[in-house]
Each structure stands twice: as C-alpha cells, then as structure tokens.
C-alpha cells in the first residue's frame, strides 16, 4: 500500500531527528572526552607536600601510582587513597589528601598507636585506639596494657576487629571508654578476661581492681576513683568494685 504524503513526512522526520539525537550524543561524549585530556594536560601534578608523623618514611607513601609526579591532577581519588592506605599501612590512624589547582597535592598522615595488645597462643596481638590489628608479634610491646583471656576467633591486620563476630573484643571498648573518662591516676599494663564473671586489672603493678562483669561500669570506676582517692595506689592492694555500692579496699602483707 502506498504511504500518504503525511505518513512520508513523519517518516522523513523520524529519521532526522535520530541523526540529531545521534550526533547530539556523540558530541557530547567526544566534548567530555576532549575536556578530561585538557583538564589532565593543563593541571597535572607537579608539587607534593607531605606532614607525617606516622612510623613510615614519607617517600615510601609517596610511591604510590595514584599520586605520581606529572599524572593528572583531577584524576587522583583523594576518597580511595583515605580509604585504602591505613590498611595498606596500619600504623596509620588517618590521612587526609587534599587538591590544590593548579598543580600540588597536600597529604596529612596521622600516627596510630599501640593502645592495647591481645594474648593469643604464642603471640601478641597489637591493637589502637579503634580496636584496628595493627600487627602480629612473638614478642610484647613494651609499656603496653596486656590483656589475657579474650577469645578473638577473627580478625585481619589493617581493619578494625569485627565486634558481632568477635562479641568479647565490645568489653575491652567499654572498659576503655570508662577508662578514659574517669580521673583514675595510674597506668595499667594487665588486664584479665579468663573468668568473664570476674574481670580484673592491675594499676601500677601492685593494685589488683576487681570489677565483676561489665554492668554499671560508669558507677564502678567513679567508685574506683573515690577509693583510690582515699588509699594509695602504689602499695600492694586487692580491690573488689564488683558492687559498686559497696567497694572495698584490702592491702596485702
């Protein structure tokens, strides 16, 4: 059947206005193309600065084929490299990559520290602040808290301890957390986990606290705080906070 003289116009512009779509696309996709190849040519990286208080030499994170002298400057991922760097390098607690236009690339690298260091077998489990592995070692780390009798069934050097996997590691963050917020004077380099009914730790290696299991800690450290205050804490002491009504004081002979 013959097509009318409508049907062939709506043909004819039917056809036109996919040539347009068509070319309309592949502008775009060449402008975006020829506009990444300028952005690249014109800001590319010719100054690094680093601020790095971490254990790594400055020059060994800097060998890194995202942040190379002379590459582009806009096609740095500043989130990857934030992201992927404290695993690749654990003692790193954090780093901050900023871009300058035109030409330079601004790096702060924060420090993570050994805060507390898990017994497990025949090795030691270094970990921070955040409960990240920080390394494996067969020998401790000295003027570190040592904690004894914590069950970690998982974990992977670089991330942080998965606590719904590993339920115990969540007593250590609480009893840090409480740690740091009460004004408790002394160190403390042990910490016993063995009977989960009776954790227990050691100030200045002589005064043994006893705090029962983790209910009200706030109320057993405050207590803690009060007896300490009261009897010192550098003479060979047992004390129970177990009951944090009633928290008492032994010394020992």
């Given at each position: 059947m013959a097509l009318s003289g409508?049907?062939?116009?709506?043909?004819?512009?039917?056809?036109?206005?996919?040539?347009?779509?068509?070319?309309f696309?592949?502008?775009?996709v060449l402008i975006v193309i020829i506009t990444v190849i300028l952005l690249n040519i014109?800001?590319?990286?010719?100054?690094?600065?680093?601020?790095?208080?971490?254990?790594?030499?400055?020059?060994?994170?800097?060998?890194?084929?995202?942040?190379?002298?002379?590459?582009?400057?806009?096609?740095?991922?500043?989130?990857?490299?934030?992201?992927n760097m404290p695993v690749e390098y654990p003692y790193i607690d954090k780093i901050t990559v900023d871009i300058g236009l035109p030409n330079h690339i601004d790096i702060k690298v924060e420090a993570a520290y050994v805060e507390v260091m898990l017994e497990k077998e025949d090795k030691y489990i270094f970990i921070d602040k955040n409960?990240?592995?920080?390394?494996?070692?067969?020998?401790?780390?000295?003027?570190?808290?040592?904690?004894?009798?914590?069950?970690?069934?998982?974990?992977?050097?670089?991330?942080?301890?998965?606590?719904?996997?590993?339920?115990?590691?969540?007593l250590i963050r609480k009893i840090l957390n409480e740690l740091k917020q009460s004004n408790i004077n002394g160190s403390i380099m042990s910490m016993d986990f063995t009977k989960k009914h009776n954790i227990s730790f050691v100030i200045n290696n002589v005064v043994e606290v006893q705090i029962g299991n983790t209910d009200d800690l706030d109320k057993k450290f405050e207590q803690l705080a009060n007896i300490l205050q009261r009897n010192p804490g550098d003479e060979s002491a047992v004390i129970n906070i177990s009951n944090y009504k009633m928290g008492r004081y032994r010394k020992l002979e």
């Open positions: 409508i049907e062939k116009l709506h043909k004819v512009s039917s056809r036109r206005r996919r040539r347009r779509l068509v070319l696309l592949f502008s775009t014109f800001f590319n990286i010719k100054y690094i600065s680093i601020e790095n208080n971490s254990k790594y030499d400055s020059l060994v994170l800097l060998d890194n084929p995202e942040i190379k002298i002379g590459s582009g400057l806009l096609s740095v991922n500043t989130k990857k490299l934030e992201k409960l990240k592995v920080l390394q494996e070692s067969f020998e401790p780390a000295n003027n570190v808290m040592l904690v004894k009798g914590l069950d970690l069934t998982e974990y992977k050097i670089g991330y942080i301890i998965d606590d719904k996997i590993n339920i115990e590691i969540d």
